[in-house]
């Protein structure tokens, strides 16, 4: 199966720690995207890459928040200094990044944090 | 501002009855209109998509209709079955702004024997 992967699949941590999350793309995906979910509400948007260049940051990704996709092909969300509000599912998804309405976005399966 | 909003859940139902799942939209352009789909311990899925007015999508038994009027986009299936348990997320997508989804809270549907 080639879908879009993350790692790890869970994590728990204490408040004021700092977590890196990973995700694969699609191979040949040129876009890809990172969500965060919470519990009982749809996924929000936090950014996207197009290749290696972030295009658009959310007002929710806060400057301790970072997300990086050096090479343009996997990509890292760090928190730092973790609060229990960053508690949550954060998803993953990569497109071809086709232009016009026909691009779609293939969902990964989550990292679901805990801060403690 | 952008915004979808789904009927809130849950949705028992019945297996084979009819299912009616709404959805309606806020738009500053022109959206493209999505159906994703969660079951339990897994992934967003993709069910459907349509990119126009007057569009259907359809997949698995399951269609949506772009209805440029009413800016709605409500999914439906004629039989469901204990299979479909699932949440349900509407989302749209602006065509030639930004590539975000903008989703709705999702609408959680237990199909029952």
Known sequence: ?116 | GNSVTQMEGPVTLSEEAFLTINCTYTATGYPSLFWYVQYPGEGLQLLLKATKADDKGSNKGFEATYRKETTSFHLEKGSVQVSDSAVYFCALRLTGGGNKLTFGTGTQLKVEL
């Open chain 1, 1 to 116: 199966d080639t879908g879009v992967s993350q790692d790890p699949r869970h994590k728990i941590t204490k408040r004021g720690q700092n977590v890196t999350f990973r995700c694969d793309p699609i191979s040949e995906h040129n876009r890809l995207y990172w969500y965060r979910q919470t519990l009982g509400q749809g996924p929000e948007f936090l950014t996207y890459f197009q290749n290696e260049a972030q295009l658009e940051k959310s007002r929710l990704l806060s400057d301790r928040f970072s997300a990086e996709r050096p090479k343009g092909s996997f990509s890292t969300l760090e928190i730092q200094r973790t609060e229990q509000g960053d508690s949550a599912m954060y998803l993953c998804a990569s497109s071809l990044g086709l232009s016009g309405p026909t691009d779609t976005q293939y969902f990964g399966p989550g990292t679901r944090l805990t801060v403690l």
